[in-house]
């Protein structure tokens, strides 16, 4: 079938591939760390009770048409504090599996992302450490479907593979910027193909079921599908680290603002890019 990848189409499965499950290794976190290692990512299926999903999903209806947003970033005193979503993005189940991946407590941000893709829209393709890279180098995204989703909805997609000196250009450079403290555009591209023809790696995704969950790097390249379809795509971001690490201050504690520059002119990507050859 053809999906589209940001603006671009594609064929999947082909160009674009299935998404490795690795529910079958959650009791060996010795191959839980070389899978992630190896791929960047762990794709966990029926990890979170599903209805308690389905139930936050109408919560989050609600919320986000009445704020009228494309997403909402969340802190301890707002919404993902409220008993439907604390169930998901806190759930015990979590924090045991962070325990045991960390080998010591872990810690989520006091930030939630709640997110809604519109039709027409789609994420384009970044690192996450280029929003919250001041903190602990072992920070993880965990990305949480809102619902059942399909590649017509809007998936998220992930590089797989791309451990290469190409990479680690991209890394030591665009990886290691700052939206706030460099003023750059987040986004590193808006085309999948470009990108893996320069940086190696496929493009994959899948089919996700509410309950699923995918759990990346912050130098795991990522992206999303277009949503071709009259309805909104509902997804959740939320950040795991070891307690004892630093912690990034934009997204955790009472002082925390969250990014300070949103309404400050920003550097073009496309010119960072020709700074530095990227």
């Known amino acids: 079938m053809k999906i589209t990848v940001c603006k671009t189409e594609m064929d999947f499965p082909g160009e674009v591939g299935e998404l490795r499950d690795s529910s079958d290794l959650l009791e060996n976190m010795d191959a839980i760390h070389a899978r992630i290692g190896e791929d960047g990512y762990l794709l966990l299926r029926n990890f979170i009770d599903r209805e308690d999903v389905l139930v936050a999903k109408e919560k989050f209806r609600t919320e986000i048409e009445s704020a009228n947003a494309g997403s909402i970033q969340i802190n301890k005193d707002y919404l993902a504090y409220e008993e439907e979503f604390k169930k998901i993005f806190e759930s015990p189940r979590l924090f045991e599996f962070f325990k045991r991946f960390f080998g010591e407590s872990a810690l989520t941000f006091d930030f939630k992302w709640l997110r809604r893709v519109r039709p027409d829209k789609y994420t384009g393709l970044h690192f996450d450490n280029v929003y919250m890279g001041r903190g602990s180098e ?13 590649p ?33 555009e987040g986004w590193f591209s808006h085309d999948p193909r470009e990108y893996s023809e320069k940086y190696g790696g496929q493009w994959q ?42 912690i990034d201050e934009r997204w955790y504690g009472k002082d925390a603002l969250g990014h300070t520059t949103v309404d400050e002119p920003k550097i073009s990507m496309e010119v960072f890019r020709r700074n530095y050859g990227i």
């Open 138 to 150: 072992r920070l993880h995204t965990v990305w949480l479907p809102i619902g059942d989703l399909t």
């Open 152 to 184: 017509d909805l809007g998936t998220l997609v992930l590089n797989v593979g791309s451990h290469n000196e190409r990479k680690q250009k991209l890394v030591e450079s665009y990886g290691k910027m700052d939206v706030d403290r460099d003023k750059v």
């Open 205 to 246: 995704t899948t089919n996700f079921k509410a309950g699923d969950i995918v759990i990346f790097t912050m130098f795991t390249m990522h992206c999303s599908t277009l949503n071709v379809t009259d309805s909104d795509r509902y997804s959740a971001d939320i950040r795991f680290q070891p307690s004892s690490n630093p």
